[in-house]
Structure formats: C-alpha cells, structure tokens
Nanobody, 131 residues
C-alpha cells in the first residue's frame, strides 16, 4: 500500500520541542522531494519546509527559520521535522507530502505549489502549542 504516515505530534508548552516523522510505505523516497505543510484553524494550508531528494537543499518559510530543521534518512525511508522554540502560532495539523524529482526541480517550488500538484499526502498529525 502506497502511503505517507506522519507521527510525533502532540501537546507542548510554548518554548518546547517536538520532532515529527514522515514514513513512506509502499514506495521509496529516494527520488522524491518531501515537504512539511501545516493548516491552522481558519487559515489556508502553507508550506513550512521542504527538502530535496539527495543534495541537502532545504527551504523554510520565514516564520520558522532558525527554529525548525528538516532532514531525511533515505535508508529509513523517513523524513523528519525538528521543531524547537515552539510558539502558539505553530499550532496546526502538519502534513507531509511527496513529489517526484521529475516534476519539481527546487525545494522552493515544492513549498509553494498547490495541493493538487503533489504525488502523495499524509493524513496529518496535530501539533498543539498551549499558552
């Protein structure tokens, strides 16, 4: 079965940390760019961070720069999002997505593309930063 499964969400206090995981099943991530997107209540889904298939290129939306770190372990077929210094505004459902390297060439392009352009979406994991 082809799917992406997010995990690691939960409730955390402002200033705390969480690490989200996105595990692929039924296909390999070796030839895909992977991105983390989030949707907060009453807001549109936005690209948070995206990472290339192999060269280490990354993109971060301005609001998370210096606080979040995206990484991938192709051997484990998993992508991570380390989230530090969390703020209440980070509260959202976080989704991972994958798009083939033959459709998207830059991480910036992936993080701003429409939802319909992705090859695969996970079902999301909820991050709640209390205040």
């Amino acid at each position: 079965q082809v799917q992406l499964v997010e995990s690691g969400g939960g409730l955390v206090q402002p200033g705390g940390s969480l690490r989200l995981s996105c595990a692929a099943s039924g296909f390999t991530l070796d030839y895909y760019l992977i991105g983390w997107f989030r949707q907060a209540p009453g807001k549109e889904r936005e690209g948070v961070s995206c990472i290339s298939s192999s060269d280490g290129s990354t993109y971060y939306v301005d609001s998370v720069k210096g606080r979040f770190t995206i990484s991938r372990d192709n051997a484990k077929n998993t992508v991570y999002l380390q989230m530090n210094s969390l703020k209440p505004d980070d509260t959202a459902v976080y989704y991972c997505a994958a798009v083939t390297i033959f459709r998207i060439t830059t991480v910036q392009a992936m993080c701003v593309m429409s939802e319909d352009g992705m090859d695969y979406w996970g079902k999301g994991t909820l991050v709640t930063v209390s205040s």
